[in-house]
């Protein structure tokens, strides 16, 4: 069974579905990036880590600056991927560019549910749960248990767009169904087995108490159903996964460079291949550059624009499969530059990602987390009865739209809403004053 295009890409609205659009210039995927960019969600990406957390340097990557180009990426790589699927597919009434928008506006939320510190935030969310199962995730069904327990920014993402942001006016962004489904790379719920072999099934995509939402967007975009609240990906998910990877592997070796952990012998050796492929000789434009940053920055140019290219290629070749739902590997490591890009991969774990500062304020990333839910979550779930005083006074800061959960799981999820939702600055310093560490600088 085939997925449609006419139906892959609706602009019926989630929480939304009578509003048919401004009649504008603007197309709905448009005001979808549109909505996206102005949101509160999306700048608070700024404080949140990418790879170097709380960084110094004013040059490396965030979380907000990686989305932007990220959506760059995906806008470009959308486009042409939708040149060729209207060569498929000539009675679409669908523009290139319309594609590359879709893409573009799910590369832009692709970050936005994820903790402070990164990916060790998500470990952190974990690994707590994990030691307190037995006191808060008891009396919990499998699947809700299995939210906590392998916490996902990507779930987190999809209920921040779909529910929290807004909440009091329908709720979410009320995006597209066909950005929506683009954005969900992991179309299924927690408590299916991953599985490793297959890029689809590594993750989970959406919380329980989200499953009618994704059930809307499914059925609204034709996704093929592959067992209960599964389905196969949307093919621009493909896309605008690929549009990530290409991002981060690059220019995270890019940053290395810049901060001195990686020399420009090793990053020119890296990139190389890519920018200049096939033995291509050096360009004038490479020669005349003055000194090696600008150097690694044209060559991080290249190898990103014949990147692009080399996952356009595995798109169509691979094209009627990725329609059926039958294509489970990722774009860039599929292409042609598999093998450059899993030399860049290992020089950046070793490098870059393993360096004593990044582990270090990852593993004070856990400290903080930990440190949070250990006392957000008795004050939140517990019952009356049950509070202490120090609970009552934690309830009353925390904002009423996380506190209100008629039931624990819908409590829990309160906390981890509020918590994925901080900066890494403003989770340190809630950390100090829960704890006592830290007073704040007014009295009122």
């Known amino acids: 069974m085939s997925m449609e295009w006419e139906r892959l890409v609706s602009t019926v609205r ?105 990916h060790s935030g998500e470990a952190a969310i974990q690994s707590w749960f994990a030691e307190h199962a037995d006191r808060w995730l008891e009396g919990l069904t499998e699947r809700e248990r299995q939210d906590f327990l392998r916490f996902e920014g990507n779930a987190q993402g999809f209920r921040l767009v779909t529910r929290l942001q807004n909440a009091v006016d329908h709720g979410g962004f009320q995006l597209t169904c066909a950005v929506l489904a683009a954005f969900m790379k992991y179309p299924r719920p927690s408590d299916l087995p991953a599985t490793k072999d297959r890029i689809s099934e590594r993750k989970f995509g959406y919380f329980a108490d989200d499953a009618a939402a994704a059930e809307r967007v499914a059925t609204q975009v034709g996704l093929v159903r592959k067992g209960p609240g599964a389905w196969t990906r949307h093919p621009l998910a493909f896309v605008m996964e690929a549009a990530d990877d290409i991002c981060y592997g690059i220019v995270d070796l890019e940053d290395g460079h810049r901060l001195g952990r990686v020399s420009f012998d090793e990053a020119r050796t890296l990139l190389w291949p890519i920018a200049f492929p096939g033995g291509a000789a050096e360009s004038q434009s490479y020669r005349q550059l003055p000194d090696d940053t600008g150097r690694v920055e044209y060559l991080r140019a290249r190898a990103i624009g014949h990147l692009i290219g080399g996952a356009l290629d595995v798109f169509r070749d691979h094209y009627d499969a990725i329609m059926d739902g039958r294509f489970e590997r990722d774009l860039a490591g599929a292409s042609r530059f598999a093998p450059e890009l ?69 409590r829990l999820l309160g906390t981890t809403d509020y918590i994925a939702g901080m900066t890494d600055s403003f989770a340190l310093k809630l950390f100090r004053r829960l704890h006592g560490m830290e007073l704040p600088g007014t009295i009122v």
């Open 14 to 118: 989630l929480g939304r579905e009578d509003d048919r659009g401004d009649g504008g210039s603007r197309t709905e995927y448009m005001r979808d990036w549109d909505r996206l960019v102005y949101s509160s969600a999306f700048r608070r990406l700024q404080d949140k880590t990418q790879v170097f957390p709380l960084s110094d340097s004013d040059y490396v990557r965030t979380r907000l600056t990686h989305s932007i180009e990220v959506s760059s990426v995906g806008r470009s790589l959308g486009m042409l991927c939708g040149e060729f699927i209207k060569e498929r597919e000539p009675t679409l009434s669908m523009a290139p560019q319309d594609f590359g928008s879709i893409v573009a506006a799910a590369c832009l939320a692709h970050d936005i549910g994820n903790p402070p510190f990164g």
């Open 342 to 410: 899993k030399a860049i991969a290992r020089l950046s774990r070793e490098r870059i990602y393993a360096t004593p500062s990044v582990l270090q304020i990852e593993a004070a990333g856990f400290e903080i987390l930990g440190g949070l839910l250990g006392k957000i979550v008795p004050a939140l779930v517990k019952g009356e009865a049950e509070r202490s005083a120090a609970d009552r006074k934690i309830a009353q800061i925390i904002p009423q739209q996380f506190s209100r959960g008629a039931t624990p799981y819908a």
